[in-house]
């Protein structure tokens, strides 16, 4: 586990790092950056005092990305659109402020102004992904694939009209896919790290509730933890805490947008832990057939589980004793057996009384109680599926942890509600 | 014409007295043999009349609380105040006995504890059963002996000469009502809560695997109209904690509200069933467990040669509470022992038991000297037809033990009956006995190694299971 733990430890601080590294694309030391030692007048508002001279591009020519590679970016880095116009001189002055970037035909907006960058003869653009352009973005990331990590685009340019109202129209393309960008949708080195994270949390919530009691009721410290039930409570609460979490992985890697968790998903995941503090609650409040069985075990001297393995333990010495060379005298052996039948008996005991609060396996704990089959165990376990399939659908496809009706919620409330209601009487059954 | 009797159904709870239940059942009716209140016992120059503690709080229906002396000798010395002497006993040493018990950690023995008695309104289930059919003021256990010796004389006619549980060879050697019913192609079962004392039997243990069954059976059958012959039915004895079960046989110190329970339980079972109108109904105490009585027991005849400490049971024990239902029996009967053929009157003892259902069926010659001259009950079944139906059924209190009240019978030390059960236990085979050879002989049981009433329970109770097959 430590392990475990330290591996997404790591994950985190190489997200950070990286992160970091990634801001610190900065200009000043970028191939490319703002134009800060040239005075705007100069170069990115060329036009400004001379605009009777300034070239019109009319063509893409290419497309770079901030190191002057052949353009392959993503959110949150500088696309260089490098233009050219009639003459073929290359471009020297530019009024950038005036273009407009466009992706298949649609217009990104409310990015940061762009800058001309003279050496690349480009148009810098940074690609931000604001609430005015979202639906631009979830339509080229959203529902991403792994086989496919970037996308095809293509970029072109508009120049923005003199009235401010007037929409602006895509007129500056380029040729023989000199427009075409190849848009990163999952950074390999950003998919990596968030696989180790999302893999290392399922690991600790699923994967060692095998062994452990994460997941499972503990109803009676002398079962061992393998053999304990599932709960229905906590194995809701720790879906909705893993699929939150994804999403929420997902999302930043893909936006490197941290504000991602809605309202409804904080109202699911309060939903269950309120579930699983309520049944914790009539767990420990009403005397049960759990409470009744530790009484009598705890009365056999079984207080845990190691009460148990010492009498095992205790039984293997005696066999061994009577199979020892030189054999027992008949009347250390008519002892023995005597003493080993004792505890056989107690061992039975154990088992026979421990029995129904043996796990049947996971689907089976989770939906059925002492009694057999249970409907409100099943209904909370069904809309849980439901629900969570409908949110996993919503943050794949739109980018964007699903705004739930009230109605739907209400729905969960009232199912886990009635969970928690009969668990009452089935804990006195 | 006689009565058409097909079911017998003997219900034997646990040590109490006739005056400790029923002694004031009938307090205006000189021809009933209860308790006038002017009877008393004195030790250390104090008296301690008997007496009633109004109201039935659990510490009430747990008197007396600790348990009384039920050893021959504690008896001896209750009904003597020392050793045997001619009778009629005195039944003045009830109060001293109990005072000079060993100490335990249930409490102080309170002399006046054994000299409580409960009213009718106190125990409402055997109290109506009682006026609502027959009640016998004259049924003594057959020996001033602990629960062993009276239960074997319920199923044998004799202990064998053994006075206390400890003695007894187990598995028990005399021939039981139980194998003379198989014999004769009858039908028996005894129906159990957690481990059957009857099962110690040794001529019943090839039958045992189809014959001892849970109690949930007895209300199965009743309910399907498929009652055996002869049904007997053992109370729980020990405390489960696993189940939250607390005993329900009346021995003291348990209350015997949960007495009452299973008294209602098997009466209701009974009337509702198919075969009511055929079916005889015996509630009854194996003795009286130190609690006080005002009769002394009568001279008896011994059933076999054997004898210990000098006593050969030519000595009944204290009277018991002694309930008979039937339809055939008119409602507030007092049912008195009729002369014998042999113009002696003998009271009725657990013997009646397997006279009535010997004569009843058939069964053939008597198991001892004792069951021969033992009244049965068949002339209390005096009514032409089946016509006193009686209550339709009995409501018992439906109070549930406290956590705390099932620990603290589960902590105690065992008592008499549950050290010699646990004990016993041990010697049981670990299957049910497939043929004569399976069955090992008598021996001297072990030991109890068990300190508390949940550890006796686990062992008796697992054993029992392995034993039966269940």
Redesign the interface.
Same mark, same amino acid.
């Given at each position: 586990m430590n392990k475990a733990v330290a591996a997404i430890l790591l994950a985190g601080i190489l997200t950070s790092a990286l992160y970091a590294a990634d801001q610190a694309t900065a200009p000043a030391t970028s191939p490319i950056s703002p134009p800060a030692t040239v005075p705007p007048t100069d170069q990115t508002k060329v036009g400004a005092g001379t605009g009777s001279q300034q070239e019109k591009p009319d063509t893409i020519s290419g497309l770079l990305d901030s190191k002057g590679n052949h353009a392959c970016v993503g959110l949150n880095e500088k696309l260089l659109v490098q233009l050219s116009a009639a003459s073929a001189k290359p471009l020297t002055h530019l009024d950038a402020t005036k273009y407009a970037l466009f992706f298949n035909g649609q217009e990104v907006k409310d990015l940061p102004d762009a800058f001309f960058d003279p050496k690349h003869h480009s148009l810098v653009f940074v690609l931000k992904r604001t609430d005015k352009n979202r639906d631009l973005w979830t339509s080229l990331l959203g529902s991403p694939s792994l086989s496919h990590l970037t996308r095809q685009v293509t970029v072109s340019l508009g120049e923005r009209p003199t009235d401010t109202k007037a929409a602006v129209q895509s007129t500056i393309s380029g040729t023989d896919g000199s427009d075409t960008l190849e848009l990163k949708v999952l950074p390999p080195w950003r998919l990596g790290i968030a696989i180790l994270l999302v893999a290392g949390v399922i690991w600790l919530v699923f994967a060692r509730a095998r062994k452990n009691t994460t997941l499972r009721d503990n109803l009676l410290p002398q079962i061992p933890a393998a053999r304990q039930t599932y709960s229905l409570a906590r194995w809701q609460m720790a879906f909705w805490f893993v699929l939150v979490f994804c999403s929420f992985i997902f999302l930043y890697i893909i936006t490197w947008d941290y504000n991602t968790i809605s309202q409804q998903a904080l109202t699911l995941m309060g939903i269950s832990g309120g579930t699983a503090l309520a049944a914790v609650a009539v767990d420990v409040a009403k005397?049960s057939p759990a409470?009744?069985?530790d009484? /009598?075990l705890r009365? *056999? /001297?079984f207080n845990s589980y190691d009460d148990v393995v010492r009498v095992r333990e205790e039984i293997a010495a005696r066999q061994a004793e009577l199979q020892s060379n030189p054999p027992p005298s008949a009347q250390r052996i008519a002892q023995l057996q %005597?003493e080993i039948?004792?505890r056989q %008996? *107690?061992l039975?005991?154990y088992e026979?009384?421990i029995r129904p609060f043996l796990t049947q396996g996971w689907f089976k704990d989770l939906t059925t109680d002492l009694n057999g089959a249970a409907v409100h165990r099943l209904q909370v376990f069904c809309w849980t599926w439901v629900l969570g399939l409908v949110f996993l659908i919503g943050v794949y496809r739109d980018l964007a942890m699903p705004e739930f009706g009230a109605t739907l919620l209400v729905l969960m409330g009232i199912s886990s509600a009635g969970y928690v209601g009969f668990k009452y009487p089935e804990k006195n059954n | 014409m006689p009565a058409q009797i097909d079911h017998v159904v003997v219900l034997m709870l646990e040590n109490r007295s006739f005056d400790c239940m029923l002694g004031r059942l009938y307090p205006q009716d000189p021809d009933y043999q209860g308790l006038t209140l002017n009877e008393s016992n004195t030790y250390a120059g104090t008296t301690y009349p008997v007496w009633n503690d109004s109201g039935m709080s659990a510490d009430t229906a747990c008197i007396p609380t600790p348990d009384p002396g039920e050893s021959f000798i504690d008896m001896n010395e209750q009904l003597f105040g020392g050793p045997p002497a001619p009778a009629p006993a005195p039944m003045t040493g009830f109060a001293a006995n109990y005072a000079t018990q060993p100490p335990s950690s249930d409490g102080p023995f309170i002399p006046a504890n054994v000299m409580h008695y409960f009213s009718p309104e106190q125990v409402p289930m055997i109290s109506t059963l009682a006026k609502a059919f027959g009640v016998c003021d004259q049924w003594h256990a057959s020996a001033p002996c602990q629960t062993w010796p009276n239960r074997f004389f319920a199923h044998t006619g004799t202990a064998l000469g053994h006075v206390d549980n400890h003695t007894f060879p187990i598995p028990y050697p005399a021939p039981s009502i139980f194998r003379r019913l198989q014999d004769n192609g009858k039908t028996w079962r005894v129906y159990f809560h957690d481990m059957p004392q009857s099962g110690l039997l040794r001529d019943i243990w090839l039958y045992a695997l189809f014959h001892f069954k849970g109690f949930h059976q007895f209300l199965a059958d009743a309910h399907t109209g498929s009652l055996p012959n002869y049904s007997f039915i053992e109370p729980r004895y020990f405390t489960d904690l696993f189940l939250n079960n607390i005993p329900n046989d009346e021995h003291p110190p348990h209350n015997v509200v949960y007495g009452e329970r299973l008294i209602a339980a098997v009466y209701n079972a009974v009337r509702s069933s198919p075969c009511w109108k055929s079916t005889l109904l015996i509630i009854t105490c194996d003795e009286h467990g130190g609690c006080y009585d005002h009769v002394p027991p009568p001279a008896a005849v011994r059933p076999d040669p054997y004898n210990q400490y000098g006593f050969g049971f030519d000595r009944y024990g204290v009277r018991v509470p002694a309930v008979i239902v039937s339809p055939y029996v008119p409602p507030g009967s007092k049912i008195r022992p009729p002369p014998n053929a042999d113009g002696n009157t003998y009271p009725f003892d657990h013997t009646s038991i397997i006279a009535t259902v010997r004569n009843l069926f058939g069964l053939g010659a008597p198991l001892t000297a004792r069951d021969a001259v033992a009244p049965d009950l068949l002339a209390a079944l005096s009514l032409a037809v089946p016509a006193n139906d009686g209550p339709p059924n009995i409501d018992p209190s439906l109070i549930q033990p406290a956590v705390s009240e099932l620990q603290t019978r589960a902590d105690a030390s065992p008592n008499g009956v549950q050290r010699s059960l646990s004990a016993a236990a041990a010697t049981l085979p670990t299957n049910p006995p497939a043929t004569d050879e399976d069955i090992p002989d008598p021996a001297p049981m072990p030991p109890n190694p068990y300190s508390t009433v949940a550890t006796a329970q686990a062992n008796a109770t697992a054993r029992t299971q392995l034993f039966l097959g269940t």
């Open positions: 005397d409470d009744a069985v009484r /009598g009365a *056999l /001297g %005597i039948r004792d %008996i *107690l039975r005991t026979d009384r | -």
